[in-house]
């Protein structure tokens, strides 16, 4: 099911602009596995095949890229099973946290070295 949800952020997208002509549509759904792939010509394109793992367990695989509205092109692979969804690249696009202050990893390394007697006992 959790490909039912990259589906439509992609067809999301596709809608975001209406203009385009569909270069390509293939889709093929059975019981224990489906694959898609569709291409537009404004730059997009997505294919994505999904199996049956287990009674209740899919893996699913996928790629999709387009063009930003800043020229740069933009490509996405992915995995999603049991363990959820996660892209299979490092992505420039994904966010990142920022690094961990100084300071901040001194005072963590205290508090490992010097563990609070009390909380130790619960």
Not at 43 to 59: D, F, M, P, R
Not at 66 to 90: C, K, L, R, W
């Amino acid at each position: 099911m959790k490909f039912f949800i990259v589906f439509a952020c992609v067809l999301a997208i596709v809608a975001a602009n209406e203009d385009a002509n569909v270069l390509r549509n293939d889709a093929e759904v059975n019981v224990d596995s489906f694959q898609y792939a569709y291409e537009f010509d404004n730059s997009i394109k997505a294919q994505q095949q999904g199996k049956l793992a287990g009674e209740e367990t899919w893996v699913v695989k996928g790629e999709y890229s387009y063009t930003s509205p800043e020229g740069e092109q933009v490509s996405m692979q992915y995995t999603a099973d049991e363990n959820g969804y996660h892209v299979d690249a490092a992505n420039p696009l994904l966010p990142t946290p920022p690094p961990i202050p100084e300071h901040i990893l001194k005072a963590i390394e205290y508090i490992k070295a010097h563990p609070n007697p009390e909380l130790q006992q619960a």
